[in-house]
Protein backbone atom coordinates (compact mmCIF):
# COMPACT_ATOMS: atom_id res chain seq x y z
CA UNK A 1 0.00 0.00 0.00
CA UNK A 2 1.44 3.84 -0.72
CA UNK A 3 2.86 5.52 1.75
CA UNK A 4 1.01 8.48 3.77
CA UNK A 5 2.43 11.66 1.76
CA UNK A 6 4.34 12.80 5.56
CA UNK A 7 6.40 10.28 5.34
CA UNK A 8 6.86 11.12 1.68
CA UNK A 9 7.47 14.39 2.59
CA UNK A 10 10.35 13.20 5.09
CA UNK A 11 11.77 10.68 3.16
CA UNK A 12 12.51 13.08 0.25
CA UNK A 13 13.87 16.00 2.64
CA UNK A 14 16.76 13.68 3.51
CA UNK A 15 17.79 13.71 0.20
CA UNK A 16 17.55 17.51 -0.01
CA UNK A 17 14.69 18.16 -2.17
CA UNK A 18 11.33 19.83 -0.65
CA UNK A 19 7.79 18.80 -1.53
CA UNK A 20 5.47 20.00 0.56
CA UNK A 21 2.34 17.45 1.26
CA UNK A 22 0.02 19.76 0.66
CA UNK A 23 1.51 20.34 -3.08
CA UNK A 24 1.52 15.93 -3.01
CA UNK A 25 -1.94 15.75 -2.01
CA UNK A 26 -3.43 18.60 -4.92
CA UNK A 27 -1.67 16.39 -7.75
CA UNK A 28 -3.15 13.47 -6.85
CA UNK A 29 -6.48 14.94 -6.15
CA UNK A 30 -6.46 16.25 -9.71
CA UNK A 31 -5.85 13.26 -11.20
CA UNK A 32 -8.47 10.89 -8.81
CA UNK A 33 -11.12 13.71 -9.80
CA UNK A 34 -10.01 14.21 -13.46
CA UNK A 35 -9.53 10.51 -14.37
CA UNK A 36 -9.83 7.66 -12.27
CA UNK A 37 -12.89 8.29 -10.29
CA UNK A 38 -14.86 7.49 -13.46
CA UNK A 39 -13.25 4.12 -13.28
CA UNK A 40 -14.33 3.87 -9.79
CA UNK A 41 -17.89 4.79 -10.54
CA UNK A 42 -17.89 2.38 -13.43
CA UNK A 43 -16.49 -0.28 -11.32
CA UNK A 44 -19.18 -0.10 -8.78
CA UNK A 45 -22.25 -0.01 -11.64
CA UNK A 46 -20.59 -3.44 -12.62
CA UNK A 47 -21.14 -4.69 -9.07
CA UNK A 48 -24.55 -3.69 -8.47
CA UNK A 49 -25.18 -6.11 -11.69
CA UNK A 50 -23.65 -9.23 -9.62
CA UNK A 51 -26.00 -11.38 -7.81
CA UNK A 52 -23.82 -12.41 -5.17
CA UNK A 53 -21.80 -9.92 -3.31
CA UNK A 54 -20.39 -9.33 0.04
CA UNK A 55 -20.20 -6.28 2.56
CA UNK A 56 -18.00 -5.34 5.74
CA UNK A 57 -17.81 -1.76 6.93
CA UNK A 58 -15.02 -0.32 9.16
CA UNK A 59 -14.03 3.09 10.82
CA UNK A 60 -11.92 5.85 9.72
CA UNK A 61 -10.96 9.43 11.23
CA UNK A 62 -11.49 12.41 9.33
CA UNK A 63 -10.12 15.57 10.82
CA UNK A 64 -12.16 18.38 9.38
CA UNK A 65 -15.86 16.45 8.26
CA UNK A 66 -18.07 18.91 9.78
CA UNK A 67 -18.70 17.36 13.31
CA UNK A 68 -17.20 17.51 16.65
CA UNK A 69 -13.36 16.19 17.15
CA UNK A 70 -13.36 12.13 17.53
CA UNK A 71 -16.05 11.63 15.18
CA UNK A 72 -15.96 8.11 13.45
CA UNK A 73 -16.57 8.24 10.14
CA UNK A 74 -16.45 4.39 7.69
CA UNK A 75 -15.13 3.21 4.73
CA UNK A 76 -17.38 0.45 3.30
CA UNK A 77 -16.26 -2.64 1.28
CA UNK A 78 -18.54 -4.26 -1.24
CA UNK A 79 -17.22 -7.19 -3.17
CA UNK A 80 -17.95 -9.84 -5.35
CA UNK A 81 -19.03 -13.12 -4.37
CA UNK A 82 -16.47 -15.08 -3.64
CA UNK A 83 -17.18 -18.24 -5.16
CA UNK A 84 -17.98 -16.50 -8.45
CA UNK A 85 -15.87 -17.42 -11.91
CA UNK A 86 -15.06 -14.45 -13.85
CA UNK A 87 -13.70 -10.83 -13.06
CA UNK A 88 -13.42 -10.06 -9.71
CA UNK A 89 -14.46 -6.82 -7.83
CA UNK A 90 -13.54 -4.77 -4.88
CA UNK A 91 -15.29 -1.35 -3.93
CA UNK A 92 -14.60 1.00 -1.28
CA UNK A 93 -16.58 3.58 -0.38
CA UNK A 94 -16.65 6.11 2.04
CA UNK A 95 -19.07 7.34 4.84
CA UNK A 96 -19.47 9.38 7.42
CA UNK A 97 -21.93 7.27 9.28
CA UNK A 98 -22.22 3.67 9.73
CA UNK A 99 -26.25 3.70 8.83
CA UNK A 100 -28.58 2.09 5.99
CA UNK A 101 -28.10 5.63 4.09
CA UNK A 102 -25.13 4.28 2.27
CA UNK A 103 -26.68 0.91 1.39
CA UNK A 104 -29.93 3.05 0.07
CA UNK A 105 -27.28 5.01 -1.99
CA UNK A 106 -25.42 2.45 -2.87
CA UNK A 107 -28.26 0.09 -4.27
CA UNK A 108 -30.48 2.99 -5.74
CA UNK A 109 -33.11 1.60 -8.06
CA UNK A 110 -32.24 -2.17 -7.30
CA UNK A 111 -33.85 -4.29 -10.26
CA UNK A 112 -32.63 -7.69 -9.87
CA UNK A 113 -31.75 -10.41 -6.52
CA UNK A 114 -29.20 -9.88 -5.08
CA UNK A 115 -27.70 -12.10 -2.49
CA UNK A 116 -25.50 -10.27 0.10
CA UNK A 117 -23.00 -12.18 2.24
CA UNK A 118 -22.34 -9.99 5.69
CA UNK A 119 -22.30 -9.80 9.83
CA UNK A 120 -25.87 -9.57 11.41
CA UNK A 121 -25.35 -5.67 11.81
CA UNK A 122 -28.57 -3.99 11.82
CA UNK A 123 -27.89 -1.69 8.91
CA UNK A 124 -28.70 -4.59 6.76
CA UNK A 125 -31.27 -6.41 7.51
CA UNK A 126 -32.85 -2.38 7.77
CA UNK A 127 -32.43 -1.99 4.13
CA UNK A 128 -33.31 -5.56 3.55
CA UNK A 129 -36.78 -5.01 4.81
CA UNK A 130 -36.92 -2.14 2.56
CA UNK A 131 -36.27 -3.99 -0.61
CA UNK A 132 -39.32 -6.03 -1.23
CA UNK A 133 -37.47 -9.56 -0.80
CA UNK A 134 -34.67 -8.89 -4.04
CA UNK A 135 -31.91 -8.12 -0.94
CA UNK A 136 -31.61 -11.49 0.08
CA UNK A 137 -28.82 -11.79 3.50
CA UNK A 138 -26.80 -14.84 4.31
CA UNK A 139 -24.74 -15.17 7.37
CA UNK A 140 -21.41 -15.41 8.32
CA UNK A 141 -19.74 -18.48 9.95
CA UNK A 142 -16.59 -16.38 11.01
CA UNK A 143 -18.84 -13.97 12.85
CA UNK A 144 -20.41 -16.78 14.78
CA UNK A 145 -17.14 -19.11 15.34
CA UNK A 146 -15.80 -15.96 17.07
CA UNK A 147 -18.07 -15.40 19.61
CA UNK A 148 -17.62 -19.18 20.62
CA UNK A 149 -13.88 -18.63 20.58
CA UNK A 150 -14.40 -15.84 22.65
CA UNK A 151 -16.52 -17.89 25.24
CA UNK A 152 -13.88 -20.47 25.29
CA UNK A 153 -11.29 -18.10 25.99
CA UNK A 154 -12.37 -16.76 29.54
CA UNK A 155 -12.78 -20.85 30.60
CA UNK A 156 -10.27 -22.00 33.66
CA UNK A 157 -9.19 -25.15 32.26
CA UNK A 158 -6.78 -26.19 35.59
CA UNK A 159 -6.91 -29.18 36.12
CA UNK A 160 -8.88 -30.51 33.10
CA UNK A 161 -8.00 -33.43 31.08
CA UNK A 162 -8.07 -33.11 27.23
CA UNK A 163 -11.27 -35.08 26.81
CA UNK A 164 -12.94 -32.61 29.78
CA UNK A 165 -12.06 -29.52 27.89
CA UNK A 166 -13.21 -31.14 24.25
CA UNK A 167 -16.82 -31.75 26.34
CA UNK A 168 -16.93 -28.07 27.38
CA UNK A 169 -19.94 -26.52 25.30
CA UNK A 170 -18.01 -23.74 24.45
CA UNK A 171 -14.78 -26.08 22.51
CA UNK A 172 -17.41 -28.66 21.37
CA UNK A 173 -19.56 -25.89 19.50
CA UNK A 174 -15.99 -24.44 17.95
CA UNK A 175 -14.74 -28.02 17.06
CA UNK A 176 -18.79 -28.56 15.10
CA UNK A 177 -18.02 -25.26 13.18
CA UNK A 178 -15.09 -26.59 12.15
CA UNK A 179 -15.88 -29.68 11.04
CA UNK A 180 -18.36 -27.49 8.96
CA UNK A 181 -15.52 -25.60 7.72
CA UNK A 182 -13.59 -29.04 6.41
CA UNK A 183 -16.48 -30.18 4.76
CA UNK A 184 -16.99 -27.36 2.98
CA UNK A 185 -13.73 -26.43 1.94
CA UNK A 186 -13.18 -29.46 0.51
CA UNK A 187 -15.70 -28.35 -2.02
CA UNK A 188 -14.19 -25.16 -3.35
CA UNK A 189 -13.15 -26.33 -6.33
CA UNK A 190 -16.36 -27.87 -7.86
CA UNK A 191 -19.08 -25.97 -9.89
CA UNK A 192 -21.70 -23.99 -8.53
CA UNK A 193 -24.40 -26.80 -9.43
CA UNK A 194 -22.04 -29.44 -8.18
CA UNK A 195 -21.45 -27.61 -4.56
CA UNK A 196 -24.75 -27.13 -4.30
CA UNK A 197 -25.44 -30.74 -4.46
CA UNK A 198 -22.77 -32.28 -2.45
CA UNK A 199 -23.44 -29.26 0.35
CA UNK A 200 -26.66 -30.83 0.88
CA UNK A 201 -25.20 -34.81 1.33
CA UNK A 202 -21.77 -33.17 3.28
CA UNK A 203 -22.26 -30.13 4.68
CA UNK A 204 -25.91 -30.49 5.83
CA UNK A 205 -25.45 -32.67 8.70
CA UNK A 206 -22.70 -31.18 9.68
CA UNK A 207 -24.79 -28.04 9.88
CA UNK A 208 -27.62 -29.49 11.95
CA UNK A 209 -25.06 -31.45 13.86
CA UNK A 210 -23.92 -27.60 15.42
CA UNK A 211 -27.27 -26.58 16.01
CA UNK A 212 -28.72 -29.08 17.43
CA UNK A 213 -26.42 -29.30 20.05
CA UNK A 214 -26.29 -25.30 21.02
CA UNK A 215 -29.98 -26.05 21.54
CA UNK A 216 -29.00 -28.25 24.27
CA UNK A 217 -27.52 -25.95 26.09
CA UNK A 218 -29.58 -24.59 28.60
CA UNK A 219 -28.91 -20.67 28.83
CA UNK A 220 -30.80 -20.07 32.41
CA UNK A 221 -28.10 -22.35 33.99
CA UNK A 222 -25.87 -20.16 36.14
CA UNK A 223 -22.25 -21.74 35.23
CA UNK A 224 -23.34 -20.51 31.42
CA UNK A 225 -21.27 -17.53 31.34
CA UNK A 226 -22.57 -14.51 29.44
CA UNK A 227 -20.06 -14.41 26.31
CA UNK A 228 -21.51 -18.48 25.40
CA UNK A 229 -25.10 -17.11 25.81
CA UNK A 230 -24.36 -14.44 23.64
CA UNK A 231 -22.79 -17.07 21.00
CA UNK A 232 -25.66 -19.60 21.11
CA UNK A 233 -28.70 -16.38 20.62
CA UNK A 234 -26.02 -15.39 17.69
CA UNK A 235 -26.29 -18.30 16.27
CA UNK A 236 -29.85 -19.14 16.24
CA UNK A 237 -31.22 -15.25 15.75
CA UNK A 238 -29.12 -15.87 12.74
CA UNK A 239 -29.72 -19.85 12.02
CA UNK A 240 -31.99 -18.98 8.78
CA UNK A 241 -29.25 -16.48 7.31
CA UNK A 242 -26.51 -19.49 8.20
CA UNK A 243 -28.10 -22.07 6.46
CA UNK A 244 -28.91 -20.16 3.10
CA UNK A 245 -25.72 -21.35 1.60
CA UNK A 246 -26.64 -25.09 1.82
CA UNK A 247 -29.19 -23.63 -0.73
CA UNK A 248 -27.03 -22.01 -3.82
CA UNK A 249 -23.75 -22.91 -4.36
CA UNK A 250 -22.17 -19.38 -5.28
CA UNK A 251 -23.02 -18.12 -1.34
CA UNK A 252 -19.72 -18.57 0.45
CA UNK A 253 -19.55 -19.91 3.98
CA UNK A 254 -18.58 -16.79 5.50
CA UNK A 255 -17.62 -13.37 4.65
CA UNK A 256 -13.73 -13.86 5.08
CA UNK A 257 -13.04 -12.38 1.59
CA UNK A 258 -14.68 -9.08 2.37
CA UNK A 259 -12.47 -9.09 5.48
CA UNK A 260 -9.33 -9.65 3.89
CA UNK A 261 -10.47 -6.44 2.04
CA UNK A 262 -10.92 -4.64 4.86
CA UNK A 263 -7.26 -5.49 6.35
CA UNK A 264 -5.32 -2.73 3.61
CA UNK A 265 -7.61 -0.38 5.02
CA UNK A 266 -6.89 -1.11 8.77
CA UNK A 267 -2.74 -1.23 7.48
CA UNK A 268 -3.14 1.63 5.88
CA UNK A 269 -5.33 3.43 9.29
CA UNK A 270 -1.54 2.25 10.86
CA UNK A 271 0.12 4.12 8.68
CA UNK A 272 -1.67 7.38 8.54
CA UNK A 273 -4.04 7.45 11.35
CA UNK A 274 -6.33 9.84 9.24
CA UNK A 275 -7.64 11.77 6.38
CA UNK A 276 -7.45 16.02 7.20
CA UNK A 277 -10.43 16.37 5.38
CA UNK A 278 -13.48 14.33 3.71
CA UNK A 279 -12.12 14.80 -0.01
CA UNK A 280 -9.10 13.15 1.00
CA UNK A 281 -11.26 10.32 2.01
CA UNK A 282 -13.00 10.25 -0.82
CA UNK A 283 -9.61 10.18 -2.83
CA UNK A 284 -8.55 7.57 -0.82
CA UNK A 285 -11.48 4.96 -1.69
CA UNK A 286 -10.97 5.64 -5.43
CA UNK A 287 -6.91 4.33 -5.09
CA UNK A 288 -8.15 1.76 -2.81
CA UNK A 289 -10.64 0.86 -5.38
CA UNK A 290 -8.33 0.14 -8.32
CA UNK A 291 -5.49 -1.46 -6.24
CA UNK A 292 -7.50 -4.07 -4.65
CA UNK A 293 -9.45 -4.69 -7.62
CA UNK A 294 -6.75 -5.04 -9.70
CA UNK A 295 -5.08 -7.78 -7.26
CA UNK A 296 -8.46 -9.67 -7.08
CA UNK A 297 -7.85 -10.07 -10.77
CA UNK A 298 -4.43 -11.08 -10.48
CA UNK A 299 -2.94 -7.95 -12.04
CA UNK A 300 0.08 -6.04 -10.99
CA UNK A 301 -1.27 -2.90 -9.64
CA UNK A 302 1.74 -0.67 -10.28
CA UNK A 303 1.01 -1.62 -14.28
CA UNK A 304 -2.71 -0.87 -14.06
CA UNK A 305 -2.42 2.68 -12.57
CA UNK A 306 0.18 3.12 -15.17
CA UNK A 307 -2.33 2.23 -17.62
CA UNK A 308 -5.18 4.36 -16.63
CA UNK A 309 -2.86 7.07 -16.38
CA UNK A 310 -1.89 6.71 -20.07
CA UNK A 311 -5.21 6.08 -21.11
CA UNK A 312 -7.94 8.33 -19.42
CA UNK A 313 -6.51 11.43 -20.94
CA UNK A 314 -7.28 10.56 -24.25
CA UNK A 315 -11.18 10.05 -22.83
CA UNK A 316 -11.34 13.33 -20.95
CA UNK A 317 -13.67 15.08 -22.87
CA UNK A 318 -15.45 11.94 -23.96
CA UNK A 319 -18.21 12.59 -21.58
CA UNK A 320 -21.12 10.46 -22.27
CA UNK A 321 -19.26 7.69 -24.17
CA UNK A 322 -17.90 5.68 -20.92
CA UNK A 323 -19.68 2.50 -22.22
CA UNK A 324 -17.68 2.53 -25.29
CA UNK A 325 -13.83 2.14 -23.72
CA UNK A 326 -14.20 1.69 -19.91
CA UNK A 327 -14.67 -1.60 -20.75
CA UNK A 328 -10.75 -1.60 -21.92
CA UNK A 329 -9.67 0.27 -18.76
CA UNK A 330 -10.77 -2.67 -16.48
CA UNK A 331 -7.45 -5.11 -15.26
CA UNK A 332 -9.81 -8.25 -16.83
CA UNK A 333 -9.37 -7.13 -20.24
CA UNK A 334 -7.46 -8.41 -22.58
CA UNK A 335 -6.44 -5.03 -23.95
CA UNK A 336 -4.79 -4.04 -20.43
CA UNK A 337 -3.17 -7.61 -20.20
CA UNK A 338 -1.32 -7.21 -23.40
CA UNK A 339 -0.34 -3.74 -21.72
CA UNK A 340 1.21 -5.92 -18.86
CA UNK A 341 2.69 -8.43 -20.16
CA UNK A 342 4.56 -5.99 -23.18
CA UNK A 343 5.94 -3.74 -20.04
CA UNK A 344 7.08 -6.57 -18.08
CA UNK A 345 8.82 -8.12 -21.41
CA UNK A 346 10.49 -4.12 -21.88
CA UNK A 347 11.78 -4.67 -17.67
CA UNK A 348 13.08 -8.39 -19.01
CA UNK A 349 15.16 -6.87 -21.46
CA UNK A 350 16.61 -3.59 -20.25
CA UNK A 351 19.93 -4.91 -18.59
CA UNK A 352 22.10 -3.17 -16.07
CA UNK A 353 25.27 -1.45 -17.68
CA UNK A 354 28.48 -3.50 -16.70
CA UNK A 355 29.78 -3.48 -13.11
CA UNK A 356 25.86 -3.02 -12.09
CA UNK A 357 24.72 -6.15 -12.12
CA UNK A 358 22.53 -7.59 -9.19
CA UNK A 359 24.92 -9.21 -6.38
CA UNK A 360 24.40 -12.34 -6.51
CA UNK A 361 22.66 -13.88 -2.52
CA UNK A 362 25.91 -15.40 -0.98
CA UNK A 363 25.11 -19.31 -0.74
CA UNK A 364 26.56 -21.63 2.47
CA UNK A 365 28.14 -23.73 0.02
CA UNK A 366 30.82 -20.21 -1.34
CA UNK A 367 31.76 -19.92 2.13
CA UNK A 368 32.66 -23.03 2.72
CA UNK A 369 34.97 -22.76 0.08
CA UNK A 370 36.44 -19.45 1.04
CA UNK A 371 37.53 -20.80 4.45
CA UNK A 372 38.98 -24.14 3.13
Known amino acids: ?88 IVAYCYEKTRGADHLRNFYAGILQTIYLTCDAYGAYPCFAGETGGLMILTGCYMHCRRRFVEAALILKLNGLTDDQIRELPEVKAVALIAEIYIADNALKGLPADMRQKQRRESVLPKVNAFFNFIRTIDL ?28 DGNIPLDNGATERSVRPVAQFRRNSLFSFTTGGAEVMVVIFTLIETAKANQADPYYYLKYLLEQMPQHLYDQGKESEYMPDLMPWSQRYRCYEAEEKEKLVKAQAPPGNEKPRTPRKRDKVVQSA
Open 1 to 88: MFLPLYRQELNEERFGFHLPRQRMSSWIGYVVRNYLQQVHLYICGLLKEYYYQQCDETYWQVVLDERKAGAKSFIWVHRSGELLPGPA
Open 220 to 247: NDPLVSDKLRGAVQYALNQEDNLRKFLD
